[in-house]
């Protein structure tokens, strides 16, 4: 018998009870390192619920909010509907004595027999102005075709212009209506 060193370290083979003492020691292990992570599913789960409640509590409270504000709006709105109805009441009763005042000024406004002189008048100049144009256009396509592109320009840059005018003049109309509504309601408050 020569007592040879194996590659495990053993200088024999092991019996039953070495084997039996190793896979005891082994299992001690493995229940061990159950027992660890058992007990770190049993902590995450815990935290999992945890968590889970607290967003179910806090979603819970977000929707009370929401169902209070969305009363609360509700109620706003009823009385904003009731302020609007007599607002346009009040509205409508000055509109009819405004109508009366367009009246006056209409029977001291020109009579359609002047305004048509005045049109014919207006026509005639804007057809000698278009002729002049038509005129002026011809001699400076001759010219030059990029002083064509500069009128052509310029006529766009006019309508812009009247375009903007429109606009400026439908806002300050818009603010006007506004301000009086604003004037109104807060008479109503006083």
């Known amino acids: 018998m020569t007592n040879s060193i194996d590659k495990n370290g053993r200088t024999h083979e092991p019996d039953l009870r070495e084997l039996t003492a190793e896979l005891d020691g082994h ?5 061990q390192y159950y027992k660890v992570h058992s007990e770190i599913d049993t902590e995450r789960d815990r935290r999992y619920t945890e968590r889970d ?7 819970d409270a977000a929707l009370v909010a929401m169902k209070e504000q969305t009363n609360a709006s509700f109620l706003s709105s009823e009385k904003a509907i009731t302020k609007a109805e007599k607002a346009q009441s009040d509205y409508n009763n000055r509109s009819n004595e405004f109508r009366g005042q367009l009246d006056d000024q209409a029977k001291r406004l020109a009579t359609k027999d002047e305004l048509g002189s005045i049109s014919r008048n207006l026509e005639e100049k804007i057809n000698r102005i278009d ?6 256009r011809e001699y400076k396509s001759e010219v030059s075709g990029k002083e ?4 052509e320009f310029k006529d766009e840059s006019r309508a812009n212009i009247a375009l903007i005018i ?8 818009f603010i006007s209506i506004s301000i009086t509504i604003i004037t109104l309601l807060s008479a109503d408050v006083l």
């Not at 299992?27 to 229940?31: F, I, K, Q, T, V």
């Not at 064509?148 to 009128?151: L, P």
């Open 148 to 151: 064509s592109r500069v009128r």
């Open 131 to 136: 002729r002049d144009l038509r005129d002026l």
């Open 166 to 173: 429109s606009l400026i003049m439908g806002f300050l109309s």
């Open 53 to 59: 409640d607290s967003r179910k509590a806090a979603v």
């Open 27 to 31: 299992r001690r292990l493995m229940e």
